[in-house]
């Protein structure tokens, strides 16, 4: 059993150090370990420094790419070199690297495809009471468009089978943690959380340059969640919002003329017709959002398909 621990990297070259010197070469269960940094695009020496603190394997990025695809293109390359798991942690240091054999655990024992790392929200000092509100905001929507009970959705210290990642992709260029979550649990895949300890904060976040910002990106994220993985219930919500007045007025209009002069009340009928052809729109973008969802499987299965046949075509060929 193989275990490649990877870390996206953004000019890391200060942190990094200390980020890999916490790592294990031994967990229990595995018998290679190997680090991997994903360089998303950095102008400093990250690689050097990488790789004069042990890391074995990197990938390099063109350009400042993000987070959620750095992660992405880790997972495909851990896969390409054989990993059995994959564990994702952060190059600041923020959690701490004891947790590991905790979050593998469960997979190596046949009982989880993904284990995500819970940490004390609640207890961090280093984090703004906004951004903890958010946090657990965030994983009450991950929880119900999921169907988990994920107690830390934003947490990034997370450990992940090799079946599981074949089939993850992410559509969201800010951030992976949610969005993987919701895919893992509406696509059957076993997925837990377990308790971890974080460190002191070594630097300022790269996410959160601002509450404001972080703020508006959160929920942002969320309804962009909400509206690819449950684009028929958003839709059909918005129909509802606006077809029940529509029919509210119409009927007011109809028992108005009964009993007086139509004509002072022509506002009403317009203003119903107005609701009427908006709910309607909703509603065929409703079962058009219902299709599209099922090309989106479709196309994340064939996609899983041929990276599955691509990585045994490597299996086969590689030395024993």
């Not at 280093?126 to 905001?137: E, I, R, S, T």
Request: aromatic letters at 6%.
């Amino acid at each position: 059993m193989k275990l490649i621990i990877q870390i996206p990297c953004l000019n890391e070259e200060e942190t990094l150090p200390i980020t890999l010197a916490d790592l294990p070469r031994e967990v229990p269960g595995f018998d290679t370990v190997e680090w991997l940094i994903i360089d998303d695009g950095s102008t400093d020496n990250t690689v050097a420094v990488g790789k004069a603190h042990g890391v074995d394997h990197v990938v390099s990025m063109r350009h400042n790419s993000g987070l959620a695809r750095a992660f992405m293109a880790g997972l495909e390359a851990c896969l390409r070199l054989g990993a059995d798991v994959i564990v994702n942690t952060d190059a600041d240091n923020q959690y701490r690297a004891s947790g590991i054999p905790t979050l593998t655990r469960p997979i190596v024992a046949g009982e989880s495809d993904i284990v995500i790392g819970a940490r004390p929200i609640t207890d961090i000092p280093h984090f703004h009471p906004v951004k903890k509100m958010l946090q657990k905001l965030g994983s009450t929507v991950v929880r119900t468009a999921s169907r988990t009970q994920i107690p830390d959705a934003p947490s990034g210290f997370r450990a992940i089978h090799r079946d599981a990642a074949m089939r993850l992709m992410v559509h969201n260029p800010y951030t992976y943690t949610l969005e993987t979550i919701i895919q893992a649990g509406r696509s059957g895949m076993k997925i837990t959380s377990a308790p971890i300890e974080v460190n002191g904060d070594l630097r300022e976040s790269r996410l959160v340059k601002s509450i404001s910002s972080y703020v508006r990106r959160s929920m942002g994220t969320i309804f962009r969640i909400y509206l690819i993985y449950r684009p028929f219930q958003v839709f059909m919500f918005l129909s509802a919002l606006l077809v029940i007045p529509a029919f509210a007025l119409g009927i007011r209009y109809l028992i108005l003329i009964t009993q007086e002069n139509a004509g002072d009340h022509i506002q009403s009928l317009i203003l119903s017709a107005i609701l009427f052809s908006g709910g309607f729109t909703s509603f065929a973008l409703a079962i058009i959002s219902r299709l599209l969802a099922v090309n989106r499987t479709l196309m994340e299965e064939l996609r899983t398909r041929i990276l599955r046949m691509e990585i045994e075509k490597i299996d086969q060929t590689s030395p024993d």
